[in-house]
């Protein structure tokens, strides 16, 4: 592997290793204590699997026009991060809402989006895996839709009151919470970098294999 | 042209259909069977609870339309009829538009039959506003059919295709799903307020405009390799 995915690599574990002291550290929040800690791995994970979406819907695109398989590959590989991060999210989700809220789940805008759009995203993998072959366009179109979807199932949702506090928590965050949330914000971005790199250049070196198994076959 | 290819296509189907007049009556049964299902579940001591039937309504509308969406195209593929229109010498879109329609006025022939039966069931004052009702039904129809067309059109030659579509489909709909249900519970409402119905009449009129010409733009390149 290259250089700078050897040393990112290194940094990502660093960071992760370092999170749980730096979180310790921050302030405790004045009306839930301890159990709002969860929330400088809970929103990383949030903002990932967002990007992961994002970047999956933007890849299928790009290959729906042009046809170039690596847009297909960068696609399959973001799907399953959103299915990582998204499942990371509505894991440490319910487990602080449950303390927080004394509610395990709540069907409120935010999260009962994540949770369809973490289906969706699902739903690509599904079709990926077992859908055969030429299930390439179809997942694109799929997740073409999905992102399409964001805005429709965000207001269609949101007639229920939502109790999430509203998003512009994060600007006025005192620097004593800012750095661990940007610190975990920057962990987490690095896992995904990551990860994403490794997992399309298995999806490369699948294609290769591919290519030459099927070249031999013609020629004999 | 294209308006002369799209009502070829409908025309074809319907006179398929009219000869066997398969899909309607089983699309219909199966229907009635999913409200029977949930009229076991959800009726105790004799009374449905309050304000289910319009979730019972769609649920089965929901149900109902996978099931005539897998068979409409699993009929193309058995017949090898896809092929055809494929090579059709009209725009692909005529081809996707015909299916729609198809598939549209079948559901459409359903719920004229199921609205009424859950309305007489579960007690919902459902038909005191027959205009907004009507609007918000086929709003919301179209855009579930408009979704589904095209996802049973692209899974026509893929494995598993029965138990994708449904996978595939349903976390696509929940827009309309959600729409259909409030909508129709604020129809149902004795005291009815248009506004709150306008507001998902709306958001459906703008997922069916959306997801059509998604739709359009998409289906030839998934279509074809």
Known sequence: MTKWFFYATLLCAAMFAISPFVIANAPYESTMGLVQKVFYYHMPSAWMFLTASVVCGIASARFLITGDSRHDRTAWAAAEMAVLFGLLTLVT?????????????????????????????????????????????????????????????YISVNYWRTIHPATTVVPKLPFSMGFPLWFCVSAFTLLLVVLMKLRVRVAEQQARLDAIYLSLDEEA | MMLRAIWLIVRKDLTVEVRSRELAYTTLFFALSCVLVFAFSLVQEGRAADGVGPGVLWMAIMFAGNLALGRTFERERQAETLRALMLVPAPREAVYLGKLTGIVLLLALTEAVLVPIVAFLFQAEMLAHPFWLISVVATGTIGFAAVGTLFAAMLVRARSRDVLLPVLLYPITVPVIIAGVRGTVAIAQPEFDAEVVRFWLTLLVAFDVVFVTLALWTFEPVMTD
């Open chain 1, 93 to 153: 989700g319910p487990l602080w809402a449950r303390k927080a809220w004394g509610t395990w789940w709540i069907w409120d805008a935010r999260i009962t989006s994540s949770l369809v759009g973490w289906m969706i995203a699902w739903a690509y993998l599904i079709l990926r895996q077992y859908g055969g072959p030429g299930s390439e366009k179809l997942a694109a179109g799929l997740a073409l839709f999905g992102t399409a979807n964001v805005p429709f199932i």
